[in-house]
C-alpha cells in the first residue's frame, strides 16, 4: 500500500516506515502530523481524491531538521568585470510516515 500526498508545493509517494525528507516544517521534532492522501493505491484497488481522498490520513512523525548540500551559483558578464559568487543551503525537515488510515 503505498498513497501520494501534497506538501510544500510538492507531491510525495510515500510508504509505510518510508523516510523522506520535504520543505522545511514549523513543528517541533518528535510530533505527529496528519497530512491529506491525493491518492491511495492498496493490492488491487486504486482511489484518487478530487482533489483529496475522503476519510484517509497518513500519519507522519518529525524526525529530524537539516540543510541540504550547498549549491555555489557563479554569474558573471563577460568583459565588464562583474563577477558574482553565491552558495545556497535548503532547509529540509526529515519525516517517518508511521501509517496509512484509510476509513
Known amino acids: 500500500m503505498y498513497a ?50 475522503a476519510d484517509t490520513k497518513v500519519i507522519v512523525q518529525v524526525m529530524n531538521h537539516g540543510k541540504g548540500v550547498k549549491l555555489h551559483i557563479f554569474k558573471y558578464k563577460p568583459k565588464k568585470r562583474v563577477r558574482t559568487k553565491m552558495g545556497h543551503r535548503q532547509q529540509f525537515t526529515s519525516l517517518k510516515v508511521l501509517e496509512i488510515i484509510k476509513k
Open 4 to 53: 501520494i500526498v501534497k506538501t510544500g508545493g510538492k507531491q510525495y509517494k510515500v510508504e509505510p516506515n518510508q523516510i523522506f525528507e520535504v520543505e522545511r516544517l514549523q513543528e517541533e521534532v518528535g510530533t505527529k502530523i496528519e497530512l491529506d492522501a491525493l491518492m491511495v493505491v492498496n493490492e488491487n484497488e486504486v482511489i484518487t481524491g478530487t482533489p483529496v481522498v
